[in-house]
Protein backbone atom coordinates (compact mmCIF):
# COMPACT_ATOMS: atom_id res chain seq x y z
CA UNK A 1 0.00 0.00 0.00
CA UNK A 2 2.63 2.41 0.94
CA UNK A 3 4.38 1.30 -2.36
CA UNK A 4 1.53 2.63 -4.22
CA UNK A 5 0.70 5.50 -2.39
CA UNK A 6 4.63 6.37 -3.34
CA UNK A 7 4.22 5.57 -6.84
CA UNK A 8 1.15 8.04 -7.08
CA UNK A 9 2.77 10.70 -5.06
CA UNK A 10 6.13 10.42 -7.51
CA UNK A 11 3.67 10.38 -10.53
CA UNK A 12 1.61 14.16 -9.68
CA UNK A 13 5.55 15.46 -8.81
CA UNK A 14 6.20 14.60 -12.11
CA UNK A 15 2.76 15.74 -13.75
CA UNK A 16 3.48 18.84 -11.34
CA UNK A 17 7.05 19.65 -12.79
CA UNK A 18 5.72 18.80 -16.14
CA UNK A 19 2.90 21.11 -16.23
CA UNK A 20 5.14 23.85 -14.35
CA UNK A 21 8.08 23.65 -16.80
CA UNK A 22 4.92 23.87 -19.60
CA UNK A 23 4.07 26.88 -17.91
CA UNK A 24 7.66 27.89 -17.87
CA UNK A 25 7.79 27.92 -21.93
CA UNK A 26 4.11 29.40 -22.19
CA UNK A 27 5.63 32.78 -20.06
CA UNK A 28 9.01 32.30 -21.99
CA UNK A 29 7.30 32.64 -25.55
CA UNK A 30 4.87 35.22 -24.46
CA UNK A 31 7.66 37.40 -23.04
CA UNK A 32 9.43 37.20 -26.17
CA UNK A 33 6.19 38.15 -28.03
CA UNK A 34 5.78 41.24 -25.76
CA UNK A 35 9.26 42.40 -25.94
CA UNK A 36 8.98 41.97 -29.70
CA UNK A 37 5.97 43.60 -29.73
CA UNK A 38 6.84 46.38 -27.30
CA UNK A 39 9.72 47.25 -30.47
CA UNK A 40 7.13 47.60 -33.14
CA UNK A 41 4.90 49.27 -31.33
CA UNK A 42 4.12 52.88 -31.94
CA UNK A 43 3.13 55.86 -29.77
CA UNK A 44 -0.49 55.58 -29.31
CA UNK A 45 -0.50 51.36 -28.51
CA UNK A 46 -1.34 51.13 -24.61
CA UNK A 47 0.34 47.54 -22.77
CA UNK A 48 -2.98 46.01 -22.70
CA UNK A 49 -3.14 45.72 -26.46
CA UNK A 50 0.39 44.48 -27.05
CA UNK A 51 -0.62 41.90 -23.59
CA UNK A 52 -3.67 40.86 -26.02
CA UNK A 53 -1.52 40.66 -28.90
CA UNK A 54 0.64 37.52 -26.64
CA UNK A 55 -2.09 35.94 -25.14
CA UNK A 56 -3.34 32.32 -25.47
CA UNK A 57 -0.21 31.59 -27.87
CA UNK A 58 2.32 33.33 -29.93
CA UNK A 59 0.94 34.99 -32.95
CA UNK A 60 2.03 33.95 -36.17
CA UNK A 61 4.22 36.69 -38.34
CA UNK A 62 0.96 36.70 -40.52
CA UNK A 63 -1.36 37.73 -37.05
CA UNK A 64 1.16 40.06 -36.06
CA UNK A 65 0.98 41.85 -39.55
CA UNK A 66 -2.57 42.09 -39.49
CA UNK A 67 -2.36 43.54 -35.80
CA UNK A 68 0.43 46.39 -36.70
CA UNK A 69 -1.87 47.12 -39.71
CA UNK A 70 -5.23 47.89 -37.26
CA UNK A 71 -2.68 49.82 -35.24
CA UNK A 72 -1.23 51.77 -38.18
CA UNK A 73 -5.33 52.44 -39.30
CA UNK A 74 -6.03 54.27 -36.08
CA UNK A 75 -4.70 57.10 -37.60
CA UNK A 76 -7.90 57.92 -39.99
CA UNK A 77 -5.08 59.22 -42.77
CA UNK A 78 -3.75 55.96 -42.59
CA UNK A 79 -2.31 54.40 -46.37
CA UNK A 80 -1.07 51.23 -45.59
CA UNK A 81 1.05 48.75 -48.05
CA UNK A 82 -0.76 45.90 -49.69
CA UNK A 83 1.05 43.86 -51.74
CA UNK A 84 5.23 44.70 -51.73
CA UNK A 85 6.44 47.67 -52.83
CA UNK A 86 9.49 47.00 -55.16
CA UNK A 87 11.76 48.62 -58.06
CA UNK A 88 13.51 46.63 -60.07
CA UNK A 89 16.34 48.84 -61.82
CA UNK A 90 17.83 46.02 -63.67
CA UNK A 91 15.19 43.60 -65.16
CA UNK A 92 16.21 41.73 -68.07
CA UNK A 93 13.86 39.77 -71.01
CA UNK A 94 13.34 39.23 -74.12
CA UNK A 95 11.17 41.25 -75.40
CA UNK A 96 8.00 40.23 -77.29
CA UNK A 97 7.16 42.41 -80.42
CA UNK A 98 4.13 40.75 -81.47
CA UNK A 99 1.44 42.62 -79.46
CA UNK A 100 3.58 45.80 -80.31
CA UNK A 101 3.93 45.19 -84.54
CA UNK A 102 1.60 47.98 -85.51
CA UNK A 103 3.12 50.86 -83.29
CA UNK A 104 5.79 53.34 -84.16
CA UNK A 105 8.31 51.76 -81.15
CA UNK A 106 7.43 47.93 -82.24
CA UNK A 107 11.09 47.39 -83.45
CA UNK A 108 12.90 49.73 -81.01
CA UNK A 109 12.01 48.15 -77.50
CA UNK A 110 15.04 47.22 -75.40
CA UNK A 111 15.48 43.96 -73.71
CA UNK A 112 16.36 45.49 -70.36
CA UNK A 113 13.74 47.96 -68.60
CA UNK A 114 13.05 48.95 -65.30
CA UNK A 115 10.08 47.01 -63.20
CA UNK A 116 8.23 48.63 -60.41
CA UNK A 117 5.53 48.46 -57.97
CA UNK A 118 3.24 50.62 -56.01
CA UNK A 119 0.52 49.03 -54.36
CA UNK A 120 -1.50 50.45 -51.30
CA UNK A 121 -4.33 49.87 -49.06
CA UNK A 122 -7.00 51.81 -46.95
CA UNK A 123 -8.96 50.16 -44.00
CA UNK A 124 -12.29 51.37 -44.44
CA UNK A 125 -13.91 50.13 -41.71
CA UNK A 126 -13.46 46.93 -39.15
CA UNK A 127 -15.31 44.16 -37.70
CA UNK A 128 -18.47 44.69 -40.25
CA UNK A 129 -21.21 43.06 -39.12
CA UNK A 130 -19.22 40.51 -37.07
CA UNK A 131 -16.15 40.54 -35.40
CA UNK A 132 -12.64 40.41 -37.46
CA UNK A 133 -14.20 40.88 -40.78
CA UNK A 134 -12.84 44.17 -42.35
CA UNK A 135 -13.07 46.39 -45.15
CA UNK A 136 -10.27 47.38 -47.42
CA UNK A 137 -10.00 49.55 -50.66
CA UNK A 138 -6.40 48.76 -52.70
CA UNK A 139 -5.16 49.59 -55.54
CA UNK A 140 -1.33 48.25 -57.18
CA UNK A 141 0.06 49.73 -60.31
CA UNK A 142 2.82 47.58 -61.97
CA UNK A 143 4.80 49.60 -64.32
CA UNK A 144 7.83 48.25 -67.00
CA UNK A 145 9.74 51.41 -68.17
CA UNK A 146 11.79 51.22 -70.67
CA UNK A 147 14.23 53.90 -68.78
CA UNK A 148 17.29 53.50 -70.61
CA UNK A 149 15.87 53.51 -74.44
CA UNK A 150 16.49 57.27 -75.25
CA UNK A 151 15.97 56.10 -78.49
CA UNK A 152 12.39 56.55 -78.38
CA UNK A 153 12.12 58.84 -75.22
CA UNK A 154 12.16 56.35 -73.24
CA UNK A 155 8.12 55.26 -72.46
CA UNK A 156 6.36 53.60 -70.10
CA UNK A 157 5.86 50.02 -72.48
CA UNK A 158 2.78 48.59 -70.03
CA UNK A 159 1.64 49.71 -66.96
CA UNK A 160 -1.08 46.89 -65.19
CA UNK A 161 -3.72 48.96 -62.99
CA UNK A 162 -5.26 46.93 -60.29
CA UNK A 163 -7.87 48.28 -57.75
CA UNK A 164 -10.13 46.16 -55.47
CA UNK A 165 -12.76 46.13 -52.58
CA UNK A 166 -11.52 43.25 -50.40
CA UNK A 167 -13.85 41.79 -47.68
CA UNK A 168 -11.08 40.51 -45.30
CA UNK A 169 -11.96 38.03 -42.12
CA UNK A 170 -8.87 37.30 -39.90
CA UNK A 171 -10.90 34.87 -37.34
CA UNK A 172 -8.64 31.16 -37.71
CA UNK A 173 -10.33 28.47 -38.55
CA UNK A 174 -9.88 24.94 -40.41
CA UNK A 175 -10.81 24.25 -43.66
CA UNK A 176 -10.53 20.40 -43.79
CA UNK A 177 -8.23 20.10 -41.16
CA UNK A 178 -5.83 22.91 -42.56
CA UNK A 179 -5.20 25.99 -40.06
CA UNK A 180 -6.88 29.01 -41.91
CA UNK A 181 -5.07 32.27 -40.63
CA UNK A 182 -7.27 34.84 -43.13
CA UNK A 183 -10.40 34.68 -45.92
CA UNK A 184 -10.80 37.12 -48.56
CA UNK A 185 -13.59 38.03 -50.73
CA UNK A 186 -12.47 40.73 -53.55
CA UNK A 187 -13.94 42.72 -56.47
CA UNK A 188 -11.20 43.03 -58.78
CA UNK A 189 -10.79 44.97 -61.94
CA UNK A 190 -7.33 45.11 -63.83
CA UNK A 191 -6.46 46.88 -66.84
CA UNK A 192 -3.84 48.64 -68.75
CA UNK A 193 -4.94 51.51 -69.43
CA UNK A 194 -4.49 50.84 -73.00
CA UNK A 195 -6.73 52.13 -76.27
CA UNK A 196 -7.31 49.75 -79.50
CA UNK A 197 -5.38 46.74 -80.01
CA UNK A 198 -3.19 46.81 -76.61
CA UNK A 199 -6.21 47.53 -74.57
CA UNK A 200 -6.34 44.58 -72.00
CA UNK A 201 -9.00 44.33 -69.10
CA UNK A 202 -11.15 42.08 -67.09
CA UNK A 203 -13.27 42.38 -63.79
CA UNK A 204 -13.04 39.22 -62.18
CA UNK A 205 -14.50 38.05 -58.06
CA UNK A 206 -11.49 36.35 -56.05
CA UNK A 207 -11.51 33.68 -53.24
CA UNK A 208 -8.71 33.23 -51.14
CA UNK A 209 -7.34 31.45 -47.92
CA UNK A 210 -4.19 32.01 -46.43
CA UNK A 211 -2.79 28.84 -44.58
CA UNK A 212 -0.07 29.56 -41.98
CA UNK A 213 2.45 25.60 -42.00
CA UNK A 214 4.50 26.98 -39.14
CA UNK A 215 4.94 30.59 -37.50
CA UNK A 216 7.44 31.96 -40.33
CA UNK A 217 6.22 29.66 -43.27
CA UNK A 218 2.36 31.21 -44.88
CA UNK A 219 0.75 29.58 -48.77
CA UNK A 220 -2.43 30.09 -49.74
CA UNK A 221 -4.43 29.69 -52.77
CA UNK A 222 -6.73 32.13 -55.07
CA UNK A 223 -9.92 31.13 -57.43
CA UNK A 224 -11.49 33.35 -59.57
CA UNK A 225 -14.58 34.00 -61.74
CA UNK A 226 -13.96 36.28 -64.22
CA UNK A 227 -17.28 38.47 -64.91
CA UNK A 228 -18.56 38.54 -68.38
CA UNK A 229 -18.23 41.36 -71.24
CA UNK A 230 -20.10 41.62 -74.34
CA UNK A 231 -17.87 40.58 -77.23
CA UNK A 232 -16.16 43.06 -79.45
CA UNK A 233 -17.57 44.51 -82.95
CA UNK A 234 -13.83 45.22 -84.09
CA UNK A 235 -10.37 45.42 -83.07
CA UNK A 236 -10.81 49.50 -82.31
CA UNK A 237 -14.13 48.78 -81.18
CA UNK A 238 -13.79 51.03 -77.43
CA UNK A 239 -16.55 48.68 -75.58
CA UNK A 240 -16.35 45.17 -74.99
CA UNK A 241 -14.15 42.07 -74.32
CA UNK A 242 -10.66 42.95 -74.97
CA UNK A 243 -9.39 39.72 -74.55
CA UNK A 244 -12.00 36.95 -74.85
CA UNK A 245 -9.51 33.97 -74.00
CA UNK A 246 -7.49 35.06 -71.08
CA UNK A 247 -8.57 31.93 -68.77
CA UNK A 248 -6.74 29.94 -71.37
CA UNK A 249 -3.54 31.10 -70.61
CA UNK A 250 -4.05 32.59 -66.71
CA UNK A 251 -6.29 29.59 -65.85
CA UNK A 252 -8.89 30.33 -62.66
CA UNK A 253 -6.78 30.33 -59.73
CA UNK A 254 -2.98 30.23 -58.72
CA UNK A 255 -0.90 28.87 -55.42
CA UNK A 256 1.69 30.91 -53.32
CA UNK A 257 3.89 30.79 -50.62
CA UNK A 258 6.36 32.56 -48.37
CA UNK A 259 9.21 31.43 -45.77
CA UNK A 260 9.86 33.96 -43.67
CA UNK A 261 13.57 32.69 -43.08
CA UNK A 262 14.43 35.43 -40.79
CA UNK A 263 13.69 39.16 -40.18
CA UNK A 264 14.95 40.37 -43.24
CA UNK A 265 15.76 36.65 -45.30
CA UNK A 266 12.58 35.09 -46.74
CA UNK A 267 11.81 33.48 -50.10
CA UNK A 268 8.32 33.34 -52.28
CA UNK A 269 6.73 31.46 -55.09
CA UNK A 270 3.56 31.91 -57.53
CA UNK A 271 2.26 28.87 -59.30
CA UNK A 272 -0.79 29.21 -62.04
CA UNK A 273 -1.65 26.66 -64.58
CA UNK A 274 -4.44 26.50 -67.19
CA UNK A 275 -5.14 23.14 -66.26
CA UNK A 276 -6.29 22.22 -69.85
CA UNK A 277 -4.84 19.91 -72.67
CA UNK A 278 -3.40 22.64 -73.91
CA UNK A 279 -1.09 23.45 -70.63
CA UNK A 280 -0.07 26.45 -70.23
CA UNK A 281 1.69 27.69 -66.71
CA UNK A 282 3.55 29.96 -65.13
CA UNK A 283 5.74 30.25 -62.20
CA UNK A 284 7.28 33.05 -60.26
CA UNK A 285 10.14 32.72 -57.51
CA UNK A 286 11.63 35.89 -54.92
CA UNK A 287 14.29 36.41 -52.70
CA UNK A 288 14.22 39.02 -50.39
CA UNK A 289 17.59 39.88 -48.82
CA UNK A 290 18.75 42.75 -46.17
CA UNK A 291 20.73 45.77 -46.98
CA UNK A 292 19.68 47.77 -44.25
CA UNK A 293 17.62 48.60 -41.38
CA UNK A 294 14.27 49.70 -43.52
CA UNK A 295 15.66 48.48 -47.52
CA UNK A 296 15.64 44.98 -48.70
CA UNK A 297 17.41 43.70 -51.89
CA UNK A 298 14.72 41.83 -54.21
CA UNK A 299 15.56 39.24 -56.84
CA UNK A 300 12.74 38.04 -58.68
CA UNK A 301 12.65 35.53 -61.70
CA UNK A 302 8.86 35.19 -63.73
CA UNK A 303 8.88 32.25 -66.77
CA UNK A 304 5.33 31.73 -68.27
CA UNK A 305 1.75 33.54 -69.29
CA UNK A 306 0.50 36.62 -67.97
CA UNK A 307 3.35 38.65 -66.07
CA UNK A 308 1.46 41.52 -67.68
CA UNK A 309 -1.71 42.00 -69.27
CA UNK A 310 -0.28 42.80 -72.85
CA UNK A 311 1.18 39.46 -72.56
CA UNK A 312 -1.30 37.18 -71.24
CA UNK A 313 -1.21 35.11 -74.26
CA UNK A 314 2.40 35.50 -74.77
CA UNK A 315 5.22 33.43 -73.17
CA UNK A 316 8.03 35.29 -71.00
CA UNK A 317 11.09 34.94 -69.16
CA UNK A 318 12.39 37.77 -66.86
CA UNK A 319 15.56 38.29 -64.52
CA UNK A 320 15.74 41.30 -62.17
CA UNK A 321 17.26 42.82 -59.25
CA UNK A 322 16.87 45.31 -57.16
CA UNK A 323 15.09 46.49 -54.18
CA UNK A 324 11.83 46.41 -51.78
CA UNK A 325 11.18 49.15 -49.60
CA UNK A 326 7.81 47.14 -47.89
CA UNK A 327 7.40 43.29 -47.93
CA UNK A 328 4.54 40.71 -47.34
CA UNK A 329 5.27 40.69 -43.76
Known amino acids: MKAVVLMLVIGFSIT ?23 KRANSEQTVAELQKICTDKVPTLFKRRVELEKQASKNRFAIIPHKPNYVLPASVTSINQEPYMDTAVASELDDVEIKFQVSLKYLFTQDLIFKDLDVQFAFTTTSWWQAYNSEISAPFRETNYEPEVIFNYHHSWNLLGLPVEQTSLSFNHQSNGQTGQLSRSWNRIILGFTFAATDNVLWGFR ?15 PSGDDNPDIEKYMGYGELGGLWSISDKHSLEFMFRNNLRSQNKGTIQLGWSFPINDRIQGYVEYFNGYGESLIYYNQHTQRLGIGFKLTNWL
Open 223 to 237: TWYRLPETEKISDID
Open 16 to 38: DVKGAESQLDEHADNDKCLLSAL
